[in-house]
T-cell receptor
């Protein structure tokens, strides 16, 4: 079974620009999560989708971040306009509804805002 | 808010030495999960502990969940260079178990051959 995939793997942009990150969860996984790890610190929750609905977006830093999951398949996370403090690694994870609620993480997108 | 603290932040050991990382939650957890992230990689699920006082082993790795379900530890016996990476503990966040995870800061393990 294919794992969680993310695109792009790296992105370098200037402050004020827009970046869109994409995540394709494991097929059939209703639950999709976005996390961010900044400068070797802890992995912080951003938001959680169940199918196409936002279940919990309490971790979204501010309104410069917009996440979507149209159709309940892949998800995008847009940062507009990007600020220096948005730099970090953005991980997507997915899990199935039944069974253990551990999560399969994607390889991450390393975002650097200059 | 809910916090998960992990110590130490870094640990350098000689190959063959043992290693332990400790995790403490500010709240009682229904379960605790452990993940490993290799350098440049992504977190990979290792194990989930659910019961108070539970102990689980995976080869050289021993995981414990405290009696009060607020702390946990991961112990590696006779470390190998393949053990290098950052080990994270994570507990469910919020009152409803939606799957959201609160991670500790991680313990980065370096093993000298």
């Amino acid at each position: 079974e294919a794992g969680v995939t993310q695109f792009p793997s790296h992105s370098v942009i200037e402050k004020g620009q827009t970046v869109t990150l994409r995540c394709d969860p494991i097929s059939g996984h209703d639950n999709l999560y976005w996390y961010r790890r900044v400068m070797g610190k802890e992995i912080k929750f951003l938001l959680h989708f169940v199918k196409e609905s936002k279940q919990d977006e309490s971790g979204m830093p501010n309104n410069r971040f917009l996440a979507e999951r149209t159709g309940g398949t892949y998800s995008t996370l847009k940062v507009q306009p990007a600020e220096l403090e948005d730099s970090g690694v953005y991980f997507c994870a997915s899990s199935s509804r039944q069974g253990l609620r551990f999560q399969y993480f994607g390889p991450g997108t390393r975002l650097l805002v200059l | 808010g809910q916090q998960v603290m992990q110590i130490p932040q870094y640990q350098h050991v000689q190959e063959g030495e043992d290693f332990t990382t400790y995790c403490n939650s500010s709240t009682t957890l229904s379960n605790i999960q452990w993940y490993k992230q290799r350098p440049g990689g992504h977190p990979v699920f290792l194990i989930q502990l659910v019961k108070s006082g539970e102990v689980k082993k995976q080869k050289r790795l021993t995981f414990q969940f405290g009696e009060a379900k607020k702390n946990s530890s991961l112990h590696i016996t006779a470390t190998q260079t393949t053990d290098v990476g950052t080990y994270f503990c994570a507990g469910p966040g919020g009152s409803s178990n939606t799957g959201k995870l609160i991670f500790g800061q991680g313990t980065t393990l370096q093993v000298k051959p």
